[in-house]
Structures are given as structure tokens and as C-alpha cells.
Nanobody, 122 residues
Framework: VQLQASGGGLVQAGGSLRLSCAAS????????MGWFRQAPGKEREFVAT????????YYADSVKGRFTISRDNAKSTVALQMNSLKPEDTAVYYC????????????????WGQGTQVTVSS
């Protein structure tokens, strides 16, 4: 599966952005999806994950209550709605996929998108 992330940009603190990740292939509904982010000088960190059915999702504590992950299997897309953004949310955001698996470790996922930059100004 090939992944294409989009929707990043520059936003003021307290604002919102919606990231989208489009997947190629006809078996998107078989893939657990995740969002990760990497800030300059830091390791890539887990943000959110959603199961292949969309019934289960899990968030990092740092984004819980502010971010929402969702998916549309008919359109082969996964989204990350980010509200109440903070300067510490500034990072390159990556979507990731793995067949019939979800989880927080990046090692779970074999397929990665190219990343989209999110910058939150104070």
C-alpha cells in the first residue's frame, strides 16, 4: 500500500488543522492505520492509531481530547482532526499502515507516507 499525507500548514496556537492520508490499493480496509510525528532533533513519536474496521482507536496522552483519528474505508483515507493546537505539536506528521495490526510502536508499521509539516505559532 502507498500512502500520501496532506493537510499540514501553519496555524496559530489554539487553532485547528485536519490531516488526511490517502492510500492506494484495494485492501485498505485490511490495514490498521497510525499517525506519528517527528519534531526537529527528536525521535518519531506515536500520535494515534485506528483499527482496520474503525471501531477502535487509541491516542497518545499528549493529544488525547484534542485530536481525533477517523477513517473512510470506501475512500481509502484516514484523517487526523487536530484541535486546540499547541506550539509543541509542531512536527512533521506521518501516516503509517500495517495489515491487520495497530499499535503505538513505530515498528508495528511497514508502510509509511512521506510526511506533512505542521507548524503551530505561539
Amino acid at each position: 500500500v502507498q500512502l500520501q499525507a496532506s493537510g499540514g500548514g501553519l496555524v496559530q496556537a489554539g487553532g485547528s488543522l485536519r490531516l488526511s492520508c490517502a492510500a492506494s490499493g484495494r485492501t485498505f480496509s485490511s490495514y490498521g492505520m497510525g499517525w506519528f510525528r517527528q519534531a526537529p532533533g527528536k525521535e518519531r513519536e506515536f500520535v494515534a492509531t485506528i483499527s482496520w474496521s474503525g471501531r477502535n482507536s487509541y491516542y497518545a496522552d499528549s493529544v488525547k481530547g484534542r485530536f481525533t483519528i477517523s477513517r473512510d474505508n470506501a475512500k481509502s483515507t484516514v484523517a487526523l482532526q487536530m484541535n486546540s493546537l499547541k506550539p509543541e505539536d509542531t512536527a512533521v506528521y506521518y501516516c503509517a499502515a500495517e495489515k491487520y495490526r495497530t499499535g503505538s510502536p513505530s515498528s508495528v508499521y511497514d508502510y509509511w507516507g512521506q510526511g506533512t509539516q505542521v507548524t503551530v505559532s505561539s
